[in-house]
């Protein structure tokens, strides 16, 4: 059986408590984690501050040919990984591959691209009022990151957190999923592969406690994903303080077919966009609002393809949806969708356990419509595999729609008409928006919510640089031994 260890200074410790890694598709126990005490987080923590001088002096260049390495060290696991992510959280052979592969593309494109968004800037200074300065700002990394991340992706998520902190200078400690320590102690094992410094990068592993040690700990910043309670509690922790926050929380993403969509690209995106990885993704399409003109041949052609899904486990070929990850990820779904049924919403397929997989957590891929706000299944976040359908009038009720819920995190619009979908594209409260496609992380594009679905970015130009902080440096560069507004005052 696997064991994930704790990662403190370039060793790996063991623990007296354990928690069990679960496969969701058969309940069987595929590995353990030892739980770190609070003295271990603190070790943790001393360690990454200790090596953070080294890291930080080692310079730009060096740190990416590290993280060259590590892009390497993935792409050369990838089948391991793959396999590992499945038996974890269920997820489907193929997508696990796509998120091994992409982990590297990520990482790679910190090691090569990103190099260039330290270069500062040079701020030209009022010389009528302030004659003979210089000004310019270096970005300079804070220090020792904290980096908690969930279990829906639990190497990509982590690594694109993980690799931007570590490019601009941070030393980390990261806090896998309770759920998947065993991908989490492999990015420890990657990363020392790859001959990154002992203490650049600890792991820490336990449950929401071990969270909350590590944001009240010496840290200078926390990267967050997770949940809306979870991170406003990271909050709430994190301001006594002062710590800074990034946080990438859930979302209720919209996805808005106009009436002149291409039917059967509205259809097939739509059905992936809310059914990948078992519906278990932040920017799931989670509200479907589809305008009447095209309404029920949608909705006739979407849940005839709902209903085609093969549900199964993840390692099996020809299988399309996994388990949920946990019992409890599985209640919760189930207690949504009998509130919505309660509660007067039309199920037109799906709705229950399916037959013949005693053991796992699966759950049939499910359509609800007659949806209103007040249900669960549209106040809250739907994380599983049920679909939400809405019917608007016309594109402005749409958006309208679109515009209620809490969440502003991804939406989608699907229209053939460019002017059109750009047009309610901009009106649209969300802090990303596909169109025509939908779900996709590009390495060089900003990844994250407004609002309710958290503050801060990941990837791209700006989810690198917030990783570090801006320095100005101002420079007088006259001969004058004095200034207009040094003491003594009132000279003339
Ligand atoms: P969660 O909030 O339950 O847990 C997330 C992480 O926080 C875990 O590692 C957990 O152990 C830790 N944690 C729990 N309590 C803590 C505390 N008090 N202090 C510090 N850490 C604590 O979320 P989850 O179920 O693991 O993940 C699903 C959620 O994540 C969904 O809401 C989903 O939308 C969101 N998510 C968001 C994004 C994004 O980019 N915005 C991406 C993926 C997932």
């Not at 809250?380 to 939400?388: D, I, K, Q, Y």
Request: charged share 20%; glycine share 10%.
């Amino acid at each position: 059986m696997k064991e994930a260890r704790n990662l403190v200074g370039g060793e790996w410790q063991s623990s007296v408590l354990h928690l069990e890694s679960v496969n969701p598709a058969n309940r069987r126990v595929i590995g353990l984690a030892h739980i770190a005490s609070a003295d271990t987080v603190r070790e943790a923590v001393a360690a990454a501050r200790a090596a953070a001088q080294g890291w930080r002096e080692l310079g730009l260049w060096a740190r990416a040919s590290h993280l060259a390495k590590l892009a390497d060290a993935i792409q050369a696991s990838a089948d391991a990984l793959k396999r590992l992510i499945t038996a974890e959280m269920g997820r489907p052979l193929p997508e696990a591959e796509i998120e091994v592969l992409e982990s590297a593309d990520m990482i790679r494109f910190f090691a090569e691209d990103a190099k260039s968004f330290f270069s500062g800037e040079s701020l030209p200074i009022n010389p009528a009022l302030f004659p003979g300065k210089l000004s310019y700002t270096i970005r300079e990394p804070l220090g020792v990151v904290g980096v908690i991340k969930p279990w829906n992706y639990p190497l990509e998520l982590p690594l694109w957190s993980i690799g931007a902190a570590l490019l601009a200078g941070n030393t980390v400690v990261f806090k896998p999923s309770e759920l998947t320590p065993l991908v989490g102690a492999e990015i420890g094992r990657l990363a020392q592969e790859s001959g990154l410094p002992a203490g650049v990068l600890n792991i820490v592993h336990g449950a929401g406690d071990t969270g909350e040690q590590l944001v009240d700990s010496d840290i200078d910043m926390i990267s967050f994903t997770g949940s809306l309670k979870t991170g406003q509690r990271v909050m709430e922790v994190a301001a006594k303080r002062v710590l800074k926050v990034s946080l990438e929380l859930g979302g209720s993403d919209a996805c808005l077919v106009l009436g002149d969509a291409d039917l059967e690209e509205a259809v097939n995106g739509t059905l992936w966009g809310r059914f990948t990885n078992c519906g278990q993704v932040c920017v799931s399409a989670k509200r479907i609002i589809v305008v009447d003109s095209i309404a029920d041949r949608f909705v006739q052609a979407f849940v005839n393809r709902v209903a085609a899904l093969r549900v199964g486990d993840g390692s099996s070929a020809d299988v399309d949806l996994g388990p949920l990850v946990s019992d409890a990820q599985r209640d919760r779904l189930i207690g949504q969708v009998t509130d919505a049924i309660e509660r007067g919403a039309t199920l037109l397929v799906g709705g229950s356990v399916p037959p013949g997989q005693p053991d796992g957590f699966f759950y049939s891929p499910t359509v609800l419509t007659d949806v209103t706000d007040d249900m669960r299944v549209v106040a809250e976040e739907v994380f599983g595999p049920v679909a939400v359908i809405f019917r608007a009038h016309d594109a402005d009720h749409a958006l309208q729609l679109a515009n209620q819920s809490q969440f502003c995190l991804g939406a989608s619009v699907w229209s053939q008409s460019l002017d059109r979908a750009l047009g309610v594209a901009s009106r649209i409260r969300a802090g990303m928006v596909w169109v025509n496609e939908i779900n996709v992380a590009y390495p060089n594009c900003p990844w994250g919510g407004i609002s309710r679905s958290g503050s801060g970015r990941e990837l791209g130009r700006d989810g690198v640089l917030e990783y570090t902080s801006s320095k100005h440096v101002n420079i007088d560069i006259t001969d004058e031994k004095t200034r207009p507004w040094w003491f003594p005052y009132g000279r003339s």
